[in-house]
């Protein structure tokens, strides 16, 4: 197991102040040694702030330059990515229009847009922009990489440490860790002699690393910890793969049926765990992330209907889903819809990081100079142009349901 990420949650102001990328510094450097002298790696450190369209007096025409200042503060303070929150589900056309603007100007930085809000809102209108900042963003760079850094959030609350759909919500400092911790589903799940003792292994491990993490973390002063999230993010290669540990079970293919169950197991058996936790604590079904999940996707195993499906079950959506660089914003609408539904209704978070690679059909092969990414093959989609009101500018209503 390493960790993905230290992300430091500031509520910056515009303009940005050098005082507080010091003080970020400081606690993300405590961290960071006090978890590796406990024996873990960290790969990457963040810092994320509040939502960019809620910071005082930041226009849209000055989005691009503070996410270039931010850059560069986070540069300095020895940050590796930043990331300026999201924009609201109200915010102004604008600034939805700088997202692309923000990704092809910087290199480090991230950003989401919200399609869906805690309070049961779908903005059919954010939607629309939502598909327009897509289809841009996989235009920037020849490979479509550009919506590695953005994605659309719903029903996403602040504190997530994975980035692109980390933001800010309170005033004072705040950190938190992700994990890439799918090995220790893999070595859960490949040996065991029943669900019962694979579920009791993985959830064994998670809090025995949890305990281990948060005892050296004890003396880290200088803002608050939030805690961990144990969603277990994959690595390329099949000891880290998500794919490989729930066909260990007993599935010939992830996404034929059965995968639904095991996707519901696994995101019980995290929840279930005793630890401080913070962001989706479910289950990652990165497809570009994890080797057996790209060769599902380029044999047609797994499709986006298939990933809608589980995400009724577990953890976080779809993310770095490989589609046609064709693909229409109207049939971006349609998907995004139904994710944002399905996050709003089942009171749930989710995120959608789809990847339009430009001059790619669907069935095409995909082959990455890129060591985070497996070699895979454009996905199919179903989604068609919306008509008649779902066409509409409307803010819909949905009634979360309510849990037990």
Known sequence: MKIRSITYFLNATYPLQSADFDAAKTVVSQAKSAVEAAGYEVQTTRLATQPFTEIEGLTPDEVVTFAQDLEAKCFVAGINYGTIGMATLDADDAYFQAIPKVIANTDTIFACAEIGDKQGNISLTAIKQVSQVIKRCAEITPDGFGNLRFCATANVPGGVPFLPGAYHAGNKP??????????????????????????????????????????????????????????????????????????????????????????AMLTDTIQSAKFKKTGYCGLFLPVLEDNVLAIRGAQGALAISELLLFSAVCGTGLDTVPIAGNVSTAELQSILLDLASLAVRLNKPLTCRLMPIPNKIVGDALEFDFPFFANGGVMPHQGQTLEGVLAGDETIALTPRLTR
């Open 174 to 263: 705040a950190f938190a860790l992700a994990l890439e911790c799918a090995d220790l589903v893999v070595d859960a799940f490949k040996n065991a002699e029943s669900i019962a003792e694979a579920r009791e292994k993985l959830q064994s491990s998670i809090e025995q690393h949890a305990v281990a993490m948060q005892n050296a973390l004890k003396d880290v002063r200088g803002a608050t910890f939030l805690g961990f999230d144990f969603s277990p993010a994959p690595f390329p290669e099949q000891a880290s793969s998500i794919g490989a540990a729930l066909e260990s079970l007993g599935l010939p293919n992830f996404g034929m049926h059965g995968s639904l169950a095991t996707c």
